[in-house]
Nanobody, 113 residues
Framework: VQLQAFWGGLVQPGGSLRLSCAAS????????LGWYRQAPGKERELVAL??????NYADFVKGRFTISRNYQKTRMYLQMNTLAPEDTAVYYC?????????WGQGTLVTVSS
């Protein structure tokens, strides 16, 4: 399984970005899939997650970010609105299988004026 995250970039406070994650390989049996982020000097943290048909969000993104995916689970997205400087981080997509987790290479989101 290979994951690749796209479309990070520089955005002004209050702006929006839509991240994409492309999954290739054998993704049959994926259990959970989601987005994490890691800010400079901080631990990696959960942003949003699909668990079955339900979506779970970190408190700090509720109402601002929306996770979505296609039916085949080969694409996953993170719509990020009302971005703030504290959202600056490398964002990673993750697919979790019974056999283990797979991570994309990360895409940098910088929120700055």
């Amino acid at each position: 399984v290979q994951l690749q995250a796209f479309w990070g970039g520089l955005v002004q406070p209050g702006g929006s970005l839509r991240l994409s994650c492309a999954a290739s390989g054998s993704i049959f049996g994926v259990r959970t899939l989601g987005w994490y982020r890691q800010a400079p000097g901080k631990e990696r943290e959960l942003v949003a997650l699909f668990q079955g048909s339900s979506q779970n969000y970190a408190d700090f993104v509720k109402g601002r970010f929306t996770i979505s995916r296609n039916y085949q689970k080969t694409r996953m997205y993170l719509q990020m609105n009302t971005l703030a400087p504290e959202d600056t981080a490398v964002y990673y997509c993750m697919y979790n299988f019974e056999s283990g987790q797979y991570w994309g290479q990360g895409t940098l989101v910088t929120v700055s004026s």
